[in-house]
């Protein structure tokens, strides 16, 4: 088994310019930085309208140092699809074909080219990252804001509909790899992205990132937001590698250690969810319980 990547062998070399429009506290911000890390300056990156374009800004000023086409929303995969077809063309081989789109581009308008693409066994990698609504036009709700949560749309009573589970719609295709990360745990995403560059076929990574705007919460919380997702089991840290599932990371050390943060810690700390009953929290910790308990009971049966 490769090392896990810490702190002190993650690569120096920067793929983003120190300088750019995020707002503060950004857990895109975070999560790109060390993505592109993980990427490498062979890759071509395909970017749709989202928070992203605003960070990275428009050639020749971009923050971001690599190659990226900035497309339609809904033509993400089909792109990256076309610019694989060219390169191929070309006989040019080492690079990576990278998608990298918020969740309201994956989720709602993207996935009907991604979901072509991935029953093609398309030959990039599809980095999802979900700030869990439209911030970028104003915090509007996606298909994975999750019930309770308020937005500009949803004002009064917040969303009144699950969060959409994007990773297994891909698992469902039957892709070779799909991932989940969290900002709080960049290292990790670090490793999954590396070890997606060496797998053929579709390869779909969804990350958690935290928006302090969005969600109402102080900048400087984002990576404690991020952690607590995870440590309160509402966000698991998993890999399906050619149909198998395990949990990773934070996740799996969680399981071993039969220890689960309450939910509520991580509503009391975000505005958005100000008008979510207890009731409501009950009923998600239920949900969460009840999933760990299937993790526990596997766990024991093979370790």
């Known amino acids: 088994m490769t090392a896990k990547t810490t ?29 592109l890390k993980a990427l490498g300056k062979n890759t071509i990156l395909v970017v749709p309208p989202s928070c992203l374009t ?3 800004g428009l050639y020749p000023i971009a923050t971001t140092k690599m190659a990226c086409i900035n497309v339609t929303f809904a033509s993400t995969a089909s ?5 694989l077809a060219a390169l191929r063309a070309m006989g040019r081989k080492g690079i990576t074909v990278a998608c990298w789109a918020g969740d309201g581009g994956t989720s709602d308008i993207g996935i ?14 599809y980095i999802c990252y979900d700030n869990e609504g439209y911030m970028n036009t104003g915090t ?9 949560a308020i937005t500009t749309n949803t004002p009064i009573l917040g969303k009144q509909q699950p969060k959409k589970d994007v990773p297994a719609i891909l698992a469902a295709h039957g892709i070779p790899y799909v991932a989940t990360s969290s900002a709080g745990y960049p290292l990790d995403l670090y490793d999954k992205i590396r070890k997606a560059k060496t797998i053929r076929g579709t390869k779909y990574i969804h990350i958690l990132t935290p928006c302090p705007s969005g969600w109402g919460f102080q900048p400087k ?7 607590l997702a995870v440590e309160t089991g509402l966000f698991d840290l998993y890999e399906i590698e050619d149909g198998k ?3 990773t990371g934070r996740s799996r050390s969680m399981v071993k250690k039969r220890e689960l943060v309450p939910v509520k810690e991580y509503f009391m700390l975000q505005s958005r969810f100000q008008s979510i009953s207890d009731d409501y929290i009950e009923r998600f910790q239920k949900e969460i319980n009840d999933r760990w308990k299937r993790y526990y009971n596997e766990f024991s049966q093979v370790s």
């Open 245 to 247: 599932f395990r949990l």
């Open 112 to 125: 009907q080219a991604l979901s072509g693409a991935a029953e093609r066994l398309e030959d990039f990698i």
């Open 79 to 83: 792109v990256a699809s076309g610019v």
């Open 140 to 148: 509007q709700r996606s298909g994975t804001t999750p019930f309770g």
């Open 221 to 227: 919380d984002t990576a404690k937001i991020g952690r």
């Open 54 to 56: 605003v960070l990275q």
């Open 7 to 35: 702190i002190l062998n993650l690569p120096e070399e920067e793929f983003v310019h120190p300088g750019s429009r995020a707002c503060a506290g950004c857990g895109l911000g975070i999560a790109y930085r060390i993505g």
